[in-house]
Nanobody, 115 residues
Framework: QVQLVESGGGLVRPGGSLTLSCTVS????????MFWHRQVPGKQREYLAFITWNNLADYADSVKGRFTVSRDNAKNTVYLHMDSLQPEDTAVYLCRTRIQDRDYWGQGTQVTVSS
């Protein structure tokens, strides 16, 4: 069974930074596409970024220049480093992987940006 578990969320002040992680089990991670999304209650999930097996990354305009995605294939883990966080970044952050044209999602980790 493919499982994704996010961690690293929490409460940060505006302007602060946070790094999230997502660990994948039950699948070969090395060449899998990994995605980050976030969701606010009552809204659709928002795409944030993806990263390929060879560390090529793409970012949504809303986070470009502030967020950085990376991966460690040996640890089956993808990371999302977030800088200059603002209250509008408050959301549940989720990771996703695509394996053989099927999507697998984690449960998400809460990020709250507040003073």
């Amino acid at each position: 069974q493919v499982q994704l578990v996010e961690s690293g969320g929490g409460l940060v002040r505006p302007g602060g930074s946070l790094t999230l992680s997502c660990t994948v089990s039950g699948a070969v991670f090395g060449r899998a596409l990994m995605f980050w999304h976030r969701q606010v209650p009552g809204k659709q999930r928002e795409y944030l970024a993806f990263i390929t097996w060879n560390n090529l990354a793409d970012y949504a305009d809303s986070v470009k220049g502030r967020f950085t995605v990376s991966r460690d294939n040996a640890k089956n883990t993808v990371y999302l480093h977030m800088d200059s966080l603002q209250p509008e970044d408050t959301a549940v952050y989720l990771c996703r992987t695509r394996i053989q044209d099927r999507d697998y999602w984690g449960q998400g980790t809460q990020v709250t940006v507040s003073s």
